[in-house]
């Protein structure tokens, strides 16, 4: 490559190779690179609704907390970095050279990400993480009409007497373990629809089975990590009362699946629908 100084100078990018195949694999790398950052920033903005709509839930209709600060912590810092980082991982997608440039005033995060990731997938999340929590209350007496309205009775130590939708009487020692039991299904459901939300972005169009289910070997490491530390951390005495979390029985992992399995649905339904009718306005709003 040939040029002036003052041109080398005055130019935004400066090729040390002009080779075709070479300044293709730069275009690939970065389109790859921009994608993946994207992926990690839907991800984590999902569970975002699902962490907030315990405390909303506890301030407007004053039911019983069903997350607390120090599990969102847990999530946080702990059963969600390992999946975040596992998108760096992530191959490139077959058909992406046959998308069109993208514009300089496109950002990374859209109106469209936006409605996607709090409007659609976090809704399914959060029902999913609040059923788990609603089926430990139900299975122990308290059904959901019961538990509206029950925030200050609850956590009232002076009330030992509590009745549920039986009638059974509850003191604050029971109801606090039931909390815990309760609040750890939360968990767990947030944990276990995460991992739809995971390869719910493992692409952006293609199917994950064309991707490669298990093509990411970092991120199925991620999935099998997250799990374990989850484990750990409900499992080893004295550390889950720490953290507000229960030993829950093995029953009470299974109620967020059918969401699972309802969200890894939905993504591959909605990536269908994106590639087979790109142009059309519900295609361009179930895509970030």
């Known amino acids: 490559i040939t040029g002036s100084d003052v041109s080398k100078q005055v130019a935004d990018m400066i090729l040390l190779d002009d080779n075709f195949a070479t300044i293709v694999s730069g275009i690939e790398e970065g389109r790859l690179i921009f994608d993946n950052l994207k992926k990690v920033i839907a991800y984590t903005f ?13 301030v407007v209709a004053d039911v019983p907390l069903a997350l607390s600060t120090i599990t969102i912590l847990c999530i946080d810092l702990g059963t969600d970095i390992v999946p975040s980082i596992s998108y760096a991982y992530e191959k490139i997608e077959a058909d992406i050279l ?20 709090y409007g659609q997938v976090a809704m399914l999340e959060a029902s999913g993480a609040i059923f788990a929590y609603t089926v430990v209350m139900t299975e122990n007496g308290f059904w959901p009409s019961r538990l509206v309205g029950l925030r200050e009775a609850w ?12 009638g059974q009487e509850w003191t604050y020692e029971q109801r ?46 991620a999935m ?38 309802y969200l890894f649905a939905f993504n591959e339904a909605r990536k269908f629908f994106i590639r087979k009718y790109p142009d059309r306005f519900p295609a361009r709003q179930l895509t970030y």
Request: aromatic letters at 14%.
């Open 98 to 117: 046959k998308r069109p440039p993208r514009k300089k005033t496109d950002k990374m995060v859209t109106s469209q990400m936006v409605t996607l990731c």
């Open 46 to 58: 999902t569970k975002n609704l699902v962490e907030l709509l315990p405390f909303l839930l506890y």
């Open 176 to 221: 606090h373990n039931l909390d815990l039991a309760a609040q750890t299904a939360y968990f767990i459901g947030v944990v276990i629809l995460q991992f739809a939300n995971l390869y719910g972005n493992k692409t952006t169009r293609r199917s994950v089975f064309q991707q490669g289910i298990f093509g990411n070997r970092f991120m199925v490491f």
């Open 224 to 261: 099998v990590f997250t799990i374990g530390l989850a484990c750990f951390l409900l499992y080893v005495p004295t550390l889950d009362r720490a953290l507000n979390l229960a030993p829950n029985r093995f029953l009470w992992w299974l109620p967020p699946i059918p969401f699972f399995l």
């Open 155 to 166: 956590e009232s130590k002076s009330v030992n007497d509590l009745r549920d939708s039986y």
